[in-house]
T-cell receptor
Framework: EPEVTQTPSHQVTQMGQEVILRCVPI?????FYWYRQILGQKVEFLVSFYNNEISEKSEIFDDQFSVERPDGSNFTLKIRSTKLEDSAMYFC??????????????FGQGTRLTVV | KNQVEQSPQSLIILEGKNCTLQCNYTVSPFSNLRWYKQDTGRGPVSLTIMTFSENTKSNGRYTATLDADTKQSSLHITASQLSDSASYICVVSPPPGYSTLTFGKGTMLLVSP
């Protein structure tokens, strides 16, 4: 069964450093998303991406964040200068169509980012 | 502003028993309501998806109900198994033209032997 894969599973970084989280969405999917979950809290939407551009972003997704689909298969989330409060589990998701109706969104296993 | 509220926050039941989890939402309009299962440290996995016109949807031992008038949904788990121990999250999908899923905080279910 096709799945969304994320690497690395765990990333530890020093405050102020740049990190890139990587995702390989399901191959025939057209919509890609990043969500995050701070420990003990709910999953929060960061950004959606379609047709090589951001289609929606939340207020969390400020200038420190950027997304890219560099090669047609990978989908990356870059945090330019990490802060302690960026520590969270980051989930990549993809869907064949926009997530309305019965369109399924498939989530990866997540990357746990720890900023020290 | 929390647009999806779930109760209870946590629940412990004995293996083999049934349980019902609740979800109230204020997101409006919406296109569908989903229930996800999230094992600790893993990504959410979809259990059911219901459009606003559907009242019930089953997936094996999981049955979800939706009352769009009262903006309430429930997830009923029958004959619970140890592997059902997880967080169950109610998620509301956006209206046409948007792609953001709005998550509840989840109900943490522990099935005890």
């Amino acid at each position: 069964e096709p799945e969304v894969t994320q690497t690395p599973s765990h990333q530890v970084t020093q405050m102020g450093q740049e990190v890139i989280l990587r995702c390989v969405p399901i191959s025939n999917h057209l919509y890609f998303y990043w969500y995050r979950q701070i420990l003990g809290q709910k999953v929060e939407f960061l950004v959606s991406f379609y047709n090589n551009e951001i289609s929606e972003k939340s207020e969390i997704f400020d200038d420190q964040f950027s997304v890219e689909r560099p090669d047609g298969s990978n989908f990356t989330l870059k945090i330019r200068s990490t802060k302690l409060e960026d520590s969270a589990m980051y989930f990549c998701a993809s869907s064949e169509l926009r997530v309305m109706g019965n369109t399924e969104a498939f989530f990866g296993q997540g990357t746990r980012l720890t900023v020290v | 502003k929390n647009q999806v509220e779930q109760s209870p926050q946590s629940l412990i039941i004995l293996e083999g028993k049934n349980c019902t989890l609740q979800c109230n939402y204020t997101v409006s309009p919406f296109s569908n309501l989903r229930w996800y299962k999230q094992d600790t440290g893993r990504g959410p996995v979809s259990l059911t998806i219901m459009t606003f016109s559907e009242n019930t949807k089953s997936n094996g031992r999981y049955t979800a109900t939706l009352d769009a008038d009262t903006k309430q949904s429930s997830l009923h788990i029958t004959a619970s198994q140890l592997s059902d121990s997880a967080s169950y999250i109610c998620v509301v999908s956006p209206p046409p033209g948007y792609s953001t899923l709005t998550f509840g905080k989840g109900t943490m279910l522990l099935v005890s032997p």
